[in-house]
């Protein structure tokens, strides 16, 4: 393994020099000690088109049901698996409401209760994922400061129990 003086003097030389001269194996886009795991992340998450939608039919079809129930346990496939393609380009939010508003029409005329709370949650999840990303696009600056300038001297209460009670109630 190179030393971390030598591959920031590899990089340097190859950036400033050719950077089609240097070999890809000398600028370390990969340490030895993470090879295994991006192997695994790599099959578990193929970014092709055909992979998205094949992750979206799956979702639909299966966990979305019981998403309601199941969509905090990170231990089995009950997540959407959809947050890689959506963020790649690969599916579109719009084709993901679309598709899940149709179960939000059929399931409650099919009297399945659990079913409709789960799209309701799904189709909330999904759009506070779209907003916050609108946000952090359009308003790099918001985590530091309001967007609202007459906000900006408001005295905020920092108490950890009081945060936990609201985030009990949000959820």
């Known amino acids: 393994m190179q030393k971390e003086s030598e591959r920031l003097n590899i990089l340097f030389c190859c950036v400033f020099d050719d950077l089609l001269r240097c070999p890809s194996d000398t600028l370390a886009f990969e340490d030895d000690s993470r090879k295994g795991s ?22 639909i079809n299966g966990a979305l049901i019981e998403y309601s129930k199941n969509r905090r346990k990170a231990d089995s496939a009950t997540t959407s698996f959809l947050s890689p393609h959506l963020h790649f380009g690969k599916v579109s939010v719009w084709k993901v409401f679309q598709l899940v508003r149709i179960k939000q029409v059929l399931w409650p005329n099919d009297g399945n209760k659990e079913g409709e ?52 109630v949000i959820h």
């Open 117 to 168: 709370e789960s799209v309701n949650l799904f189709l909330k999840s999904i759009g506070l994922r779209e907003y916050s990303r609108y946000m952090s696009f359009n308003h790099p600056y918001s985590h530091e400061r309001p967007l609202l300038g007459h906000l900006k001297n408001f005295s905020w209460v920092v108490d950890e129990s009081l945060f936990k009670a609201w985030r009990l």
């Open 38 to 59: 991006n192997e695994l992340l790599a099959r578990a998450w193929s970014t092709s088109w055909s992979n998205a939608d094949k992750a979206l039919t799956t979702f």
